[in-house]
Every structure is written in structure tokens, then in C-alpha cells.
């Protein structure tokens, strides 16, 4: 493992997953107040690891739904990973099994931004970058979900606006990994699409079918050459 | 639902998290050129904004327009100007805490 590059990913992590922690503390608090056992909310922290997913998960289980639906959901969701699996792969060609399993293991959309952004910047190890944000990413979703179960009735981190900070840590993101006008197309379509899947799509399932259904377009639209007969030099870069 | 039911569907739902997430992983990737190439590009941009938006506009399921989308449109504004993480996050988050004193 090449230890700078792990370091560089502990540090680009630490004030997104700080975002991530007070998100966890949301989740350990609606997972008891659920009805999952407090030892199961956090062991769901350690096994599913996706926030999305476990907070579908609860509000599922708090309303009464079967396994089967609760399953069926998480399965939605978890689709998104499968390109974002294939784009991380594309980075890491010659890197060992035992190591990629541990990247799958915290493949999230967090760390995953994360990554691509860094190696755009010239990150020389991605996948040592991506083990050090993963690793304060589990650190900080596990803690949080563990001070929710045991402090949750003293700590009201959603009167701090922990839920509008998850959104705008994803536009941010976004707006990171936004390299041209291609990607601003793309990011005014899914935005598009997104509003349409919250009226037209069960919740399980919007974030998945608007986000493969707007990269597919994206791929669909012609090269740039195409789109710009006379590109002005510079111009393609937003920054 | 039971608590060892509870427990069996944490532990499916795990499994299936993690082989969505290992099934492209496990072997070297080849370079996924043409379409596919290019999805994977748009992908990110894609799923980010995705997940902004309905989280911004539907965070308990149905559409509504609260301080957190109020912080969202905020964010937004400050990306034409800038695409630090930081900045944006910290421009909507304030948006969003003054929205929430206002409505």
C-alpha cells in the first residue's frame, strides 16, 4: 500500500464524512425508534453500509413492510453500484482481489465521488486513496449510527440541517466532478429527471432509474465535436 | 416484523448491497470504450445530482419545498460561481438554516 496516497484519502474524507457521521446519528435514531434492537441498528451500519439503503431499510420496517419489500428496495438501490463498480474498476486494472473486495466493501457514493475526482486530479493510487476515504467513511457512518442509538434523545443534529448538508454534499459533488458542457447537459437532465421519479417513482427506485436513465442519455448524445463545430480553446473547462 | 426476521433481512440485504458493489470489481476491468465508455463518464454527474435532488426536494418520500430545497437552489447558484465542495456546502447549508427561521 502506498501510504501517501492513503493519507491523501483520509484527509480529502475527513470533512465529508463528518456530513456522513451526523447523517448516521439520523439513522441510529430512526433505526431504534423503528424497532430494529440497538446492537442490529449498528450491526446494519457494519453490514449494509449505504445510508441510502438502510434509511429505505427502517422507514420500510417502521411502517409495518415485509422482509420481502425491504429486500426488493435495497436490491433498487443498490443497482446504481453496479456502473459505479465498472468506473471504479476502470481505475484500478492491476490491483489484487483481496484488495478489491475491500474497496467493494465501502463503495459508496461518497467515497466514490471522492475517488473519481482524485483521479482526475492525477491521483497516482486511486485504490490506496479510495481505502484511506474508506476507511474514515466506516469510521464516521459506524460512530454516528452508534452515538444515535445511545444519545439520540439529546443529540437533534437534524435542527442543525444534517438533512440539507447530505444534498449539498451530493451537488457538490457533482459540480467537482463536472468537467464541460456535456456534464452540464447531463446534470440539468437528471435534475429533470430526478423531479419527475419523485411524483412518477416508488422512493426505492428514483435515484437509480433517474441517475442510469440520464447517464445513458449522456452516452447517447453525440462527441463533442459534433455538439461545438469550433470549440474556442478553454472554453470546455467550467473552473 | 420478528427480530430474528429483522436480522435475516439486515444480513440479505448486506449480501445483495455487496455484490451490486463487487460484481464489476472483483476481476481487472477492461477499458470500456464507445457507449459504455461514455456512460461511465456521465454516470457520476448523473447519479450525484440524482441523489441532490430528490434528497433536497423529497426527503421524506413526497415532493416539497422546504429550507432544504431552498439550501439546494442556493448550492446551485454558488456552483456557477465555483465548484469547491466546501463553499457550496456551506453557502446552501446556511441558506437553508436562514429558510427554515423564515417559513
Not at chain 1, 85 to 94: E, F, H, N, T
Request: net charge neutral.
Amino acid at each position: 500500500m502506498v501510504l501517501s496516497s492513503f493519507r491523501r484519502g483520509v484527509r480529502a474524507s475527513l470533512g465529508v464524512n463528518a456530513v456522513v457521521a451526523g447523517f448516521g446519528i439520523l439513522y441510529g435514531v430512526g433505526a431504534v425508534q423503528a424497532g430494529l434492537p440497538p446492537l442490529l441498528a449498528i450491526a446494519s451500519s457494519l453490514v449494509i453500509l449505504s445510508g441510502a439503503a438502510q434509511f429505505t431499510a427502517v422507514a420500510l420496517i417502521g411502517a409495518g413492510a415485509g422482509p420481502f419489500a425491504v429486500i426488493v428496495a435495497v436490491t433498487g438501490l443498490g443497482l446504481r453500484h453496479l456502473p459505479m463498480g465498472a468506473a471504479i474498476g476502470r481505475l484500478v486494472p492491476d490491483v489484487p482481489r483481496a484488495k478489491r473486495l475491500a474497496l467493494a466493501y465501502v463503495l459508496t457514493d461518497e467515497t466514490f465521488g471522492l475517488t473519481m475526482r482524485a483521479a482526475r486530479d492525477g491521483e497516482p493510487h486511486p485504490e490506496d486513496f479510495m481505502l484511506g476515504a474508506n476507511l474514515t467513511l466506516v469510521t464516521g457512518w459506524v460512530l454516528g449510527t452508534v452515538a444515535g442509538v445511545g444519545f439520540g434523545d439529546i443529540l437533534d443534529v437534524e435542527a442543525l440541517g444534517a438533512g440539507a448538508l447530505f444534498a449539498l454534499l451530493f451537488l457538490g459533488l457533482a459540480r467537482e466532478s463536472m468537467t464541460g458542457r456535456r456534464d452540464v447537459y447531463t446534470a440539468v437532465a437528471a435534475a429533470g429527471a430526478a423531479v419527475v421519479s419523485i411524483f412518477v417513482i416508488p422512493a426505492a427506485w428514483r435515484i437509480t432509474v433517474a441517475g442510469l436513465a440520464t447517464a445513458a442519455a449522456g452516452a447517447s448524445l453525440p462527441p463533442p465535436r459534433a455538439l461545438h463545430r469550433a470549440p474556442q480553446p478553454g472554453r470546455e473547462d467550467l473552473a | 416484523m420478528t427480530t430474528p426476521v429483522m436480522v435475516v433481512t439486515v444480513l440479505v440485504a448486506g449480501v445483495i448491497t455487496f455484490l451490486s458493489r463487487v460484481s464489476f470489481l472483483l476481476r481487472a476491468a477492461p477499458a470500456f470504450e464507445g457507449w459504455f465508455g461514455r456512460f461511465l463518464d456521465a454516470f457520476p454527474v448523473a447519479l450525484f445530482v440524482s441523489l441532490a435532488v430528490v434528497q433536497g426536494f423529497a426527503p421524506d418520500g413526497s415532493f416539497e419545498v422546504g429550507p432544504g430545497a431552498a439550501g439546494l437552489l442556493v448550492g446551485v447558484l454558488t456552483c456557477v460561481f465555483t465548484r469547491r465542495l466546501a463553499v457550496v456546502m456551506l453557502a446552501g447549508w446556511l441558506a437553508a438554516l436562514l429558510a427554515d427561521l423564515v417559513i
